[in-house]
Structure formats: C-alpha cells, structure tokens
C-alpha cells in the first residue's frame, strides 16, 4: 500500500463534470431513446405526457452533449481510486483540502497532534478520547440526534511535518486521515493539507449518497481548516464562543494576510 497517494483539491473537478463520459452505443441510446420518448410524449399529451417530454428532451441532451453529471458523480476520482486500490475497499470517499495559516509549522503539528483539539474546529465531532497504544476514540454527531463511534490508531507521526491514521478492523465505517505540514512559500506561515476518507456502506449506490452528504455544512472539509485557522491566527472562531485551549497558550494573535487563505 502507498501511504502516502497525492492529495486531490477536490472529490470531483469541476472540468470533470464537463468532460464528454458519455461515448460509443451508449450515446447513441440516450438520442434515440429521448426522440422516442419525446415523440410518445407530445402524441400522449396530459400530465404523463409531458413528463415523457422532459425525460425524453434529458435524454437527448446526453446525448447530444456527450455529458451526464449524474454518471460523473457516482464515479470516484483519480485519488479515490487510488485509495481503493491501496485500502482494497470496495470504494472510496475521499476529501481533500489545503489551506495557509499564518502560525509555525512546529505548533500547528502539535496542536493537531493532540487530538483532543480537533472537536474544537471539527464541527461534525461531538467528542474525542484519546486512548493509551497511539488510539483515538472519535464520537460524530449524525442527523436525528444520532451518534458514530469508532477507534482508529496512528500509521504514521513525522514530527513537524505529517500525521496519518487509519481505523481498526471492528469500525462501522473504515476510514482514514491524513494531515502534512509544509513551510509555506515567503515566509508565510504554514501550508497545511488535510485528507479524510472513508468506505461507502453500499457500494456505488452509497457513494452517490455519500456525495448528498458533502453538501452538509458538518461534512465540508474546507469549512473545519477555516476554523482551525481562524482559532490559531486570532485564538478565537467567529461564529463560536470555543477558545483555543491554554495548551497553546504560546500564541499569539496575528493579522491574516490577503493571499492566505483556502485552495
């Protein structure tokens, strides 16, 4: 397994959705399939009819274009497949984001080594319990009021510089992590990239639902890094009265700059 695939900006690029992935008889079918369609439609008339035509005029589209959206979504990207080969699950779900935070690589590392800080700009985390053997107890909130437990343990600790983990055999969900820590160009502060993963529960069907979920405010990666760098350039997140913890208490305040920022 490689341990380390390279980092993704994001689950699906936005030139991917407008790559032609509709080629071959396949695209011939959606064209005579939304005529036919078109065609029963306007000769039915009524309500049913005129679902026909809209069905049938979606069709066409497809196949005109050579484009389906739908298609591209239920598709893992380049570093989900990479992930599927190297993990072996059956797929994969993967969210991946870089951000610049005006703060020394050394602490932002250690403030992130000690996992009792991620519930603190982790806004899907209710709780976290660091366990004896390098493990880590994670509790997330869910709709409904409900909760999802699991265990993982650390792969990897490079001081400064790169932490992984992934979950034990008996997770509801297998997943993993990984964070780096760059100098960012300039002098400016650090360069942090952050991967979480995960295995759909129902294959390429759960994918698709997966993708549903990334629309959630809890589950967007690039949400949590701005909080974390908010906590750790001003000491304080905006839209929470959570301060950063007194282990940190060596931080000081320090304006943003205009170029910092998510990627």
């Not at 650090?190 to 129902?202: M, R, S, V």
Request: hydrophobic content about 40%; overall charge positive; charged content about 25%.
């Amino acid at each position: 397994m490689n341990p380390h695939p390279p980092l993704a900006a994001e689950r699906i690029p936005p030139e991917r959705l407008h790559q032609a992935n509709v080629q071959g008889l396949e695209r011939a079918a959606s064209l005579a399939g939304g005529s036919l369609l078109i065609g029963k439609g306007l000769r039915r008339g009524g309500l049913g009819g005129g679902l026909q035509v809209i069905l049938g005029g979606l069709a066409l589209v497809r196949g005109l274009s050579g484009r389906c959206a739908l298609k591209a979504a239920m598709q893992p990207s380049p570093l989900e497949q990479q992930l599927i080969e190297d993990t072996h699950w059956r797929s994969a779900k993967a969210l991946a984001r870089s951000i610049t935070i005006n703060r020394p690589r050394e602490e932002l590392y250690r403030y992130w080594r000690d996992f009792n800080n991620l519930p603190t700009f982790m806004t899907f985390l209710e709780h976290i319990e660091v366990l004896p053997g390098a493990r880590v107890r994670w509790v997330a909130r869910l709709p409904m009021g409900k909760t999802l437990e699991w265990t993982t343990h650390l792969t990897e600790d490079l001081p400064g510089e790169r932490l992984a983990w992934e979950s034990e055999a008996n997770a509801p969900i297998r997943n993993l992590g990984r964070v780096t820590f760059r100098d960012a160009p300039d002098e400016q502060g650090t360069e942090i990239q952050a991967l979480i993963a995960y295995e759909p529960p129902a294959g390429r069907v759960g994918h698709a639902l997966a993708g549903l979920l990334d629309q959630l405010p809890a589950f967007k990666t690039a949400q949590d890094l701005r909080r974390l760098k908010q906590l750790m350039e001003t000491g304080e997140i905006a839209t929470s009265r959570m301060t950063r913890d007194a282990r940190v208490e060596t931080l000081q305040p320090v304006p943003p700059t205009a170029e910092q920022g998510i990627h």
